[in-house]
Structure formats: structure tokens, C-alpha cells
């Protein structure tokens, strides 16, 4: 229509999840309220991650600024954050980060029905160099009856309702599936609002990239060797591109928009490869299986992992469900 409405369509992530959790008859709103606090624990990493070497954040723990406060180094930081937004929510019940050794259980007056692990700055050591880093975050629903234990979260992938990461980089990029397929917000500072700029990321059957740090190569098992060299020197003249930066939120976010394949496999010298289980490869294998792709340890399905340690590492390959498919060929 000549005068109709301006073609920009501003769907906040707030709007976009609560329409899309208002479908279930049994929604109470809480799931949204829980997906809010995350937002906004995003968003405020956001803001330091950004002025992180001008307000030296980067500062090594433990030495002290000018306040003669406790200097936090960035990754602490955004976990204090995470875990007081998360705990002022009312919505969680147990929380698991990277940074802390024991899983938290929420006080009586604070606890809801959710349970969520993160890493709340993946790939932290790359921020001196201006490398994208990334929160890492998954949401399990409470067993029936349970008021929250550890049994909660040692609980396989698939059991998972959410699974998303944001990533810190020019811009600060929310990545999120609540089971219904994969979208992406960028954060406008202007109105600091996560807008929908990327709906329904689904990823390419088939890529040209392959992300993996080819300094194990020494250590790689037999099968990632043979897979590694069909697509080096494939029989028809075409290899692969390699890219890898290192911070699994910015591989994984490139591997969902291009295709292709990232891995960390084990090897020789790490038996379990280097990510972790609950907070790394579940929520990254939930996303790559909602935009159409494939996540695999080499062995099983990367989402039916039974998990026994809150902080026990698996090898991963996730990606364009081709590229995973010739990869597993290589392990039967
Ligand atoms: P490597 C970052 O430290 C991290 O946990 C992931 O973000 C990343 O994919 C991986 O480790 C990189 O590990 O051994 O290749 O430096």
C-alpha cells in the first residue's frame, strides 16, 4: 500500500519469545521472565566486554584498582552477574557455571522451577586480542517433584527447553532456540533491545570450512586424520577453506551461517577433548540440531550424552549435516 506501514519490522526478542511461549496453553510467563534475565545479563557483558580495556577489567583477579577494590578480571565479573540476575529472577532452582567448581542451589525464598548451566565468557583469554568471546547457555525444567538438586542438570542434552549464546564481537549477537528452530537479535544500544535480525537461521546441508585446531594434529586419533585429509586433498581438486579463531561461540556462530564443520576432538593427549559437556557442547549441539544440522561425539549423538560430572569435557563435531555424515564415516 502506498502509505502503508514502514518496511522495518522492530520484533524485540521479549516479543518474539513471549509469542512464541503464549502458543502453550500451561505457559505462566515464567520461562519468558527467566529468558529476560538472561537478556539482560547479555546485555550488561555486553557493555563491559566493550569498555573492558578502557576500564582495564581485563586486569589480572586479585590486583587492586584505583578504589583499592579487588580488581575482577572479566570472566568473574560477568559470572557475579550472571548468578545474581539468574538468583533475582526467582525463576531457577540450580545454577552451573564454568567458573565455579560446585553446582549453586537456589535459596527457599528465590527458587523457581529452572535450572540453568552457562559459561558466562567463553573464550575470556582471547579478549586482550579484540577476539570475539561469548555467554554460553542452557535451561532445563525441574524433574516432577524435584525442588532442585543436581540430579536436575545431569541430565542429558536433549532434555534441554533452551539453549542459546551471545556473542561479544562489532556487534553483540543473541543466538537462541526454545525448540521451535533457531534465531538470531542483534543489540541495538540505541533502545537496548535485542532485535530480530536473523529468523529462522537454518544451517547448509553442505559447507566449505572446516574449524579445527590443527596444532593437535600430532595427538589426533586415526579416524579425525582420515576425515581431515579427504577434505585437504579431495579427490576432486577442491579442498576446504580452514578457518578457526578459537572461541567457540564465534566458530560454532560462523559454522551455523556459512556451513561447514567445527570439531574438537579427543586425542592422545585429552581423552575427552577440551569442551565441556552441560555448558559448551549441549546448548551448541541443540542449536546446530534446531537450524537442521548434525552434533556428534564421533561415536553417539552429542544431545543423548548422559551426563555423570557437571564439568566433564567431550569431544565434539557439530555442523552441515553432510560434512558431519562423511566425518562419520570415518569412525565406523
Ligand atoms: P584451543 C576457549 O578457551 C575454548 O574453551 C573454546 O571457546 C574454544 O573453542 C577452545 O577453548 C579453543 O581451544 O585448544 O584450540 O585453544
Same mark, same amino acid.
Given at each position: 500500500?502506498?502509505?502503508?506501514?514502514?518496511?522495518?519490522?522492530?520484533?524485540?526478542?521479549?516479543?518474539?519469545?513471549?509469542?512464541?511461549?503464549?502458543?502453550?496453553?500451561?505457559?505462566?510467563?515464567?520461562?519468558?521472565?527467566?529468558?529476560?534475565?538472561?537478556?539482560?545479563? %547479555?546485555?550488561?557483558?555486553?557493555?563491559?566486554?566493550?569498555?573492558?580495556?578502557?576500564?582495564?577489567?581485563?586486569?589480572?583477579?586479585?590486583?587492586?584498582?584505583?578504589?583499592?577494590?579487588?580488581?575482577?578480571?572479566?570472566?568473574?565479573?560477568?559470572?557475579?552477574?550472571?548468578?545474581?540476575?539468574?538468583?533475582?529472577?526467582?525463576?531457577?532452582?540450580?545454577?552451573?557455571?564454568?567458573?565455579?567448581?560446585?553446582? +549453586?542451589? +537456589?535459596?527457599?525464598?528465590?527458587?523457581?522451577? /529452572?535450572?540453568?548451566?552457562?559459561?558466562?565468557?567463553?573464550?575470556?583469554?582471547?579478549?586482550?586480542?579484540?577476539?570475539?568471546?561469548?555467554?554460553?547457555?542452557?535451561?532445563?525444567? %525441574?524433574?516432577?517433584?524435584?525442588?532442585?538438586?543436581?540430579?536436575?542438570?545431569?541430565?542429558?542434552?536433549?532434555?534441554?527447553?533452551?539453549?542459546?549464546?551471545?556473542?561479544?564481537?562489532?556487534?553483540?549477537?543473541?543466538?537462541?532456540?526454545?525448540?521451535?528452530?533457531?534465531?538470531?537479535?542483534?543489540?541495538?544500544?540505541?533502545?537496548?533491545?535485542?532485535?530480530?535480525?536473523?529468523?529462522?537461521?537454518?544451517?547448509?546441508?553442505?559447507?566449505?570450512?572446516?574449524?579445527?585446531?590443527?596444532?593437535?594434529?600430532?595427538?589426533?586419533?586415526?579416524?579425525?586424520?582420515? @576425515?581431515?585429509?579427504?577434505?585437504? @586433498?579431495?579427490?576432486?581438486?577442491?579442498? /576446504?577453506?580452514?578457518? /578457526?579463531?578459537?572461541?567457540?561461540?564465534?566458530?560454532?556462530?560462523?559454522?551455523?551461517?556459512?556451513?561447514?564443520?567445527?570439531?574438537?576432538?579427543?586425542?592422545?593427549?585429552?581423552?575427552?577433548?577440551?569442551?565441556?559437556?552441560? /555448558?559448551?557442547?549441549?546448548?551448541?549441539?541443540?542449536?546446530?540440531?534446531?537450524?537442521?544440522?548434525?552434533?556428534?561425539?564421533?561415536?553417539?549423538?552429542?544431545?543423548?550424552?548422559?551426563?555423570?560430572?557437571?564439568?566433564?569435557?567431550?569431544?565434539?563435531?557439530?555442523?552441515?549435516?553432510?560434512?558431519?555424515?562423511?566425518?562419520?564415516?570415518?569412525?565406523?
Amino acid at each position: 500500500i502506498e502509505n502503508g506501514p514502514p518496511k522495518a519490522e522492530i520484533i524485540t526478542l521479549t516479543s518474539h519469545v513471549l509469542s512464541q511461549q503464549q502458543r502453550h496453553q500451561m505457559a505462566t510467563g515464567d520461562l519468558t521472565l527467566l529468558l529476560t534475565a538472561i537478556q539482560t545479563t %547479555c546485555k550488561f557483558i555486553a557493555t563491559n566486554v566493550r569498555r573492558a580495556s578502557l576500564l582495564n577489567l581485563i586486569g589480572v583477579a586479585g590486583t587492586a584498582n584505583v578504589q583499592g577494590e579487588d580488581q575482577k578480571k572479566l570472566d568473574i565479573l560477568s559470572n557475579d552477574i550472571m548468578i545474581n540476575s539468574l538468583r533475582a529472577s526467582g525463576k531457577c532452582a540450580v545454577l552451573v557455571s564454568e567458573e565455579n567448581e560446585e553446582a +549453586i542451589i +537456589i535459596d527457599e525464598g528465590h527458587r523457581g522451577r /529452572y535450572c540453568v548451566v552457562f559459561d558466562p565468557l567463553d573464550g575470556s583469554s582471547n579478549i586482550d586480542a579484540g577476539v570475539n568471546i561469548g555467554t554460553i547457555f542452557g535451561v532445563y525444567k %525441574c524433574e516432577e517433584g524435584s525442588t532442585g538438586s543436581i540430579k536436575d542438570v545431569l541430565r542429558k542434552g536433549s532434555e534441554m527447553q533452551v539453549a542459546g549464546y551471545c556473542m561479544y564481537g562489532s556487534s553483540a549477537n543473541l543466538v537462541i532456540s526454545t525448540g521451535q528452530g533457531v534465531d538470531g537479535y542483534t543489540l541495538d544500544n540505541g533502545i537496548g533491545e535485542f532485535i530480530l535480525t536473523h529468523p529462522n537461521i537454518r544451517i547448509p546441508s553442505r559447507g566449505k570450512i572446516y574449524s579445527f585446531n590443527e596444532g593437535n594434529s600430532l595427538f589426533f586419533h586415526e579416524p579425525v586424520v582420515k @576425515y581431515l585429509e579427504s577434505i585437504k @586433498y579431495p579427490s576432486n581438486g577442491k579442498p /576446504y577453506s580452514a578457518r /578457526y579463531i578459537g572461541s567457540m561461540v564465534a566458530d560454532v556462530h560462523r559454522t551455523l551461517l556459512y556451513g561447514g564443520i567445527f570439531g574438537y576432538p579427543s586425542d592422545k593427549k585429552s581423552k575427552n577433548g577440551k569442551l565441556r559437556l552441560l /555448558y559448551e557442547g549441549f546448548p551448541m549441539a541443540f542449536l546446530t540440531e534446531q537450524a537442521g544440522g548434525l552434533a556428534t561425539t564421533g561415536t553417539q549423538r552429542l544431545l543423548d550424552v548422559q551426563p555423570t560430572d557437571i564439568h566433564q569435557r567431550i569431544p565434539c563435531f557439530l555442523g552441515s549435516k553432510e560434512d558431519v555424515e562423511d566425518l562419520l564415516k570415518f569412525f565406523q
